[in-house]
């Protein structure tokens, strides 16, 4: 057989051997027709993306395969989904798990645990049925919930639990209690501390305490979070204390809700923004979050000096009622340069501040939530009352259970904010519903809206970033503070969090008057792979995850 014939021979046995080419993968979902922003602020490209078992396989101009489902985005944005930094989430997804006001909004992720975080406790109770994170954690896995969630520990939390209500100086016994709860919290896999410094009895930690025991956070690789003491007048020592911690401890800070408050301090956002940045230059890693807002919420206990709630509600009660201390707490409210965070004089009148929620339940039928809605002004003027006697009486009559919104943000320092690169997105509000049992009270529209309204008006309207930016903001930037590598941008390999949106019409509906509306534009959000919100309709599916620091 001479060489030409072998080789033919062998050519035509190769082919007729040949083994067919592998299928084409097969995927859960694929998205087609879309305008992929990923989330690390790279302009946007038209693809398609791929999702199988929970996770982003594929990424890229046209990626080729069968899938279970294809979604056609019909050229509207698919991006990482939503992280919101900031949530108060912790109760609400007990009551109901859908999550409806944050799925609705492209939330995938709530970082829930200010203060008075849900745990640790000292007993269980048939509505909240643990005592520690692990039980928390567990309880959502059983119930099942929309979103996932991650935690701190509140440093309010572990001072009441140790120490009391009581302004007074924690023993070294105390000290180490507290200690030993953080350090029990981080093995359960909570991602820092947190503190609410406007809070009793947080208010009443000094900085060397939150520093010791914030280093017990640093020495494991955790954050420093904080609803910082000052945003006023004294707005500089309140940045500057924070920092401090960071410093002292070693560790990462990140400040909830960034913000100048009171018009009398209008403009000096460029002054918190230079204390951050020197720090940064420092080499202290200093983030924070913002709702996009002229307004905050909080509860009405913050008008009155912190020294009057030493001891709890009750207490409170008594000074309130007592003619001589009720006339030192008014005489300390109305100076003009307290040497506390007066919410009262921040807002400089009682026409400023808004009643949101009265009592502690939906189904409480206190008479006073016939005020919920109004400005205080107005309400006491109904009641017949002096606004200050309204405001006692109304603390006195619901121990302090009253959440009010205060108008004392200027839309410039909000907007200053938001330019700055080490600042993300978070909600400061509520996973609520505009049905059912998270239906209550007026509460502000950060609930509902804050992801649309940064989409819509400061992106689209005023320009004051661009879309990529603020995506970024609220996905891959939050992912990198808290160090989750495996969610914040869209990666193979990645969780599938996604969300599918309109840039030309998201939006918020929700306001100051009417608050339960969802928001327009955002019609899918897939969380882990499954399809939770299907063309603006929740599906009721659960797919989210509890996050333990890594």
Known sequence: MNRRVATLLLASFGAGCSTPPPPAPAYDLLITNASLIDGTGASARAGQLAIKDGRIVAVDTAVPGTATRVIDAKGRTVAPGFI??????DMPLVTDGRAHSKIRQGVTTEVIGESGSIAPRDAASPSQPWTDFAGYFSHLKTQGISVNVLSYIGLGQVRELAVGTADVTPTPAQVETMKTLISTALDQGVFGVSTGLIYPPNAYQSLDELTTLSAVAAARGGLYASHLRYDGAKLREGIEEAIAIGERAGMPVHVFHIKVTGQANRGRMREVVSLVEAARARGVRVTADQYPYIASSTSLTATIPQWAEDGGPDKMAERLRNPQLRARIRREMEDRNPDWESRYQSAGSWDNIQLASIGRGRDEASPNRQYEGLRIAEAARRAGKDPFDFVFDLLIEERGAVGCVYFIIDETDVELAMQQPWVAIGSDGSALSIE??????????RNFGT?????????????VISLEEAVRKMTSLPAGILGLTDRGSLTPGRWADVVIFDPATVGDRADFDNPFQYPVGIDTVIVNGAVVLDEGTHTGTRPGQVLRRP
Do not use: I, K
């Open 84 to 89: 919101d930094m900031h949530s108060h989430s």
């Open 436 to 445: 059912g049992p998270l239906r209550s009270g007026v509460p502000h529209p």
């Open 451 to 463: 992801f649309p309204r940064v989409l819509g008006r400061y992106v689209r309207e005023r320009g």
